[in-house]
C-alpha cells in the first residue's frame, strides 16, 4: 500500500475545505492514507464476491440473512476487515469522524420533516395521492426497516462508494488534471455503485438482462446526487441519513398511472439541496458573527 505518513495530506489536497477550490482539493477533507490502485481492485473485487454470494442468498432465502444482517457483514469483513485493516487506512479516512454526528443527524431530522412538508404541498397542488407507507406496514416493522438502512445497507454504501472510493479515485486520478480528475471520480464511482446492484437486480428483483440498463441509470444518477451531497457537506452522515430516508421514505405520491417516483425523486433533490444551503449559509453567518464580536 502507497501509504502517506500519518498526520500528513498528499500534496494540493493539504487544505481541509468544504467546497472544491483552486488549489485541487476534492471538497471533503482528503484521507489522510491513500491506497495503491491494486488495493482499490481487490477491494471492488471483493465487494463483487460479497454482493454475489449475498444476493444469492437472498434468493435462496437463508434464514437469518436480511438487509441488515448481509450489510453488517460487509461493514465487518469488507469496511473493518479489508479497508482498516489490511489497507490500514481509520475510520476518519473514509469520512466516518465522531465529531460529524451531531450535525449529520439535525440535517437527517430537516431533511425528513422537509420532504414530508412538500411531498403534502406537491400533492394539494396537483391532486395526487399520499400514501404514508410506514403507517402501512406498521410502526415497528418501519422503525426496523429505517434502522436497517441507518445502520446497515445505507451506511455500507457511502462509506464505500462516497467515503472510500470517490476521494481515492481522485486522488489517483489527479495526475491527469484536477478539472479532469473531478469529473472522472464521481463517475467512474459511482458507476461502480450502479454496477454493484446488479445481481440484487437480476435474483432478487427478477429483470432481465435487458432491463438492466433502464435499471442502473437511475441507480448511477442517484450516486452522483449522493457523491455531490457529500462535496458540499463534508459530513458522511448527512449522506446516509438522506440516502436511508430516500430508501425508506415516510410520505409517497400516487397519480393516476401508479406511484410517481419522478417527482419524489425531484423533491428529495431540490429539497436537500436547499437544506444544504440554508445549513452553509447559516454556519457561515454563525462563523462571522463569532469573528466580528472578537474583532
Do not use: C, K
Amino acid at each position: 500500500m502507497d501509504a502517506a505518513p500519518p498526520g500528513r495530506l498528499d500534496g494540493a489536497m493539504a487544505t481541509a475545505t468544504t467546497r472544491p477550490t483552486a488549489d485541487g482539493s476534492l471538497g471533503v477533507r482528503p484521507p489522510l492514507r491513500r491506497v495503491t490502485v491494486g488495493f482499490m481492485a481487490l477491494f471492488v473485487a471483493a465487494h463483487a464476491v460479497w454482493a454475489v454470494l449475498v444476493n444469492l442468498g437472498f434468493r435462496a432465502r437463508v434464514p437469518g440473512l436480511n438487509t441488515l444482517s448481509a450489510n453488517l457483514l460487509g461493514l465487518a469483513l469488507l469496511v473493518a476487515g479489508l479497508l482498516f485493516g489490511v489497507g490500514r487506512l481509520r475510520p476518519a479516512d473514509v469520512g466516518l469522524r465522531v465529531r460529524d454526528l451531531p450535525s449529520g443527524l439535525l440535517f437527517t431530522l430537516a431533511y425528513f420533516v422537509a420532504v414530508q412538508a412538500a411531498v403534502l404541498v406537491y400533492a394539494a397542488a396537483t391532486g395526487a395521492r399520499v400514501v404514508n407507507d410506514w403507517a402501512a406496514v406498521g410502526a415497528g416493522t418501519a422503525a426496523y426497516l429505517l434502522a436497517a438502512q441507518l445502520l446497515g445497507n445505507a451506511l455500507y454504501e457511502e462509506v464505500v462508494f462516497r467515503g472510500f472510493l470517490l476521494p481515492q479515485l481522485f486522488l489517483e486520478l489527479r495526475g491527469a488534471g484536477t478539472a479532469l480528475a473531478l469529473v472522472l471520480a464521481p463517475v467512474v464511482s459511482q458507476a461502480l455503485f450502479a454496477v454493484a446492484h446488479v445481481p440484487n437486480r437480476l435474483w432478487v428483483t427478477g429483470l432481465a438482462p435487458g432491463e438492466l440498463p433502464g435499471a442502473l441509470l437511475p441507480l448511477f444518477l442517484m450516486g452522483l446526487f449522493f457523491a455531490l451531497l457529500y462535496l458540499l457537506t463534508d459530513n458522511l452522515f448527512a449522506v446516509v441519513g438522506v440516502h436511508a430516508l430516500n430508501n425508506e421514505q415516510m410520505l409517497s405520491l400516487l397519480g393516476a398511472g401508479g406511484r410517481l417516483d419522478g417527482a419524489n425523486a425531484v423533491i428529495v433533490a431540490v429539497l436537500a439541496l436547499a437544506l444544504l444551503f440554508s445549513f452553509s449559509y447559516s454556519s457561515h453567518a454563525a462563523a462571522m458573527g463569532g469573528a466580528t464580536a472578537r474583532a
